[in-house]
Antibody
Framework: EVKLLESGGGLGQPGGSLRLSCAAS????????MTWVRQAPGKGLEWVSS????????YYADSVKGRFTISRDNSRNTLYLQMNNLRAEDTALYYC?????????????WGLGNLVTVSS | EIMLTQSPATLSLSPGERATLSCRAR??????LAWYQHKPGQPPRLLIY???NRATGIPSRFSGSGSGTDYTLTIDSLEPEDFAVYYC?????????FGGGTKVDIK
């Protein structure tokens, strides 16, 4: 059974930093692209960032480019999102998600999400 | 960025009725479109990928259609567990984008 467990969220200061982790199990992590998607309170889903299976290629939404960094450690089956220079509008529930088995950038398994609140 | 517009924003229906949800892209996404179901307190669930392929374990009452810029998710005979928010997502071009969602609620 695929499991994705996010951690590391909480309260962050404007201009500060947080790092999210996503521990993966139940599949061969090193062979799947991964993604972060967020949902601000009362809003819809917003794609944040994706990374290929090897980690060689990364993609970012314009809203986080230059501030957030996606990475992965395939030896630890863990995905990361380093969030710097936090803004109030980064407040959201952050999900990690696994790319589909056929290689499309759609997402067939998701974590339960981790809440990030940016406030002074 | 390819904007996806979903309509209606809210659909009020009774169990047993058919739901028809629309997703319109600003430019063609060449059927590289998925639909997700999202319930409060749960992660999104992939229903349909590449416009009309049902994901693993998805009941046959869910179907997808469309091409080019216009796509439809149809739910035949709504079950009580189908009342949720539905999102479309395109993978044709980076950045990936989601539609704003359609809430299907009980009439």
């Amino acid at each position: 059974e695929v499991k994705l467990l996010e951690s590391g969220g909480g309260l962050g200061q404007p201009g500060g930093s947080l790092r999210l982790s996503c521990a993966a199990s139940g599949f061969t992590f090193s062979t799947y692209g991964m993604t972060w998607v967020r949902q601000a309170p009362g809003k819809g889903l917003e794609w944040v960032s994706s990374i290929t299976a090897s980690g060689a290629t990364t993609y970012y939404a314009d809203s986080v480019k230059g501030r957030f960094t996606i990475s992965r450690d395939n030896s630890r089956n863990t995905l990361y999102l380093q969030m710097n220079n936090l803004r109030a509008e980064d407040t959201a529930l952050y999900y990690c998600a696994k790319r589909t088995s056929n290689g499309d950038w759609f997402f067939d398994s998701w974590g339960l999400g981790n809440l990030v609140t940016v406030s002074s | 960025e390819i904007m996806l517009t979903q309509s209606p924003a809210t659909l009020s229906l009774s169990p047993g009725e058919r739901a028809t949800l629309s997703c319109r892209a600003r430019q063609s996404v060449y059927s590289y479109l998925a639909w997700y179901q999202h319930k409060p307190g749960q992660p999104p669930r992939l229903l349909i990928y590449d416009a009309f392929n049902r994901a693993t374990g998805i009941p046959s009452r869910f179907s997808g259609s469309g091409s080019g810029t216009d796509y439809t998710l149809t739910i035949d005979s709504l079950e009580p567990e189908d009342f949720a928010v539905y999102y479309c997502q395109q993978r044709y071009k980076w950045p990936l984008t989601f539609g704003g969602g359609t809430k299907v609620d009980i009439k």
